[in-house]
């Protein structure tokens, strides 16, 4: 059973910048999807940005030149660098990974507020 843990949210003006991390546990494969997701309130859980298992990413069009996602597989660790925050950023961000897919496993989320 995969563990995930975010840290790095807080609260940034707008223009600011932020850095989330997602430690995974041992029981993690450096080929597992993963990725990040955020959900604001009344609205839907979206895909921010996602390794896949091939290694290939993918990111939502409202963060595509501001967000970047990385892993270091060594470390089990995923993260997301955000740059150019906006107030529409704000939301609960949460570590997603596979198998199967991305979505199996959920850490329990860290928030990002920016004004």
């Known amino acids: 059973h995969v563990q995930l843990v975010e840290s790095g949210g807080g609260s940034v003006q707008a223009g600011g910048s932020l850095r989330l991390s997602c430690a995974a546990s041992d029981y993690t494969h450096s080929s597992y999807c993963m990725g990040w997701f955020h959900q604001a309130p009344g609205k839907d859980s979206e895909e921010v940005a996602v390794i896949d298992s091939d290694g290939s990413t993918r990111y939502a069009d409202s963060v595509k030149g501001r967000f970047a996602v990385s892993k270091d597989a060594a470390k089990k660790t995923l993260s997301l660098q955000m740059n150019s925050l906006k107030p529409e950023d704000t939301a609960m961000y949460y570590c997603?990974?596979?198998?199967?897919?991305?979505?199996?496993?959920w850490g329990q989320g860290t928030q990002v507020t920016v004004s």
């Open positions: 997603a990974s596979g198998p199967p897919g991305c979505r199996s496993n």
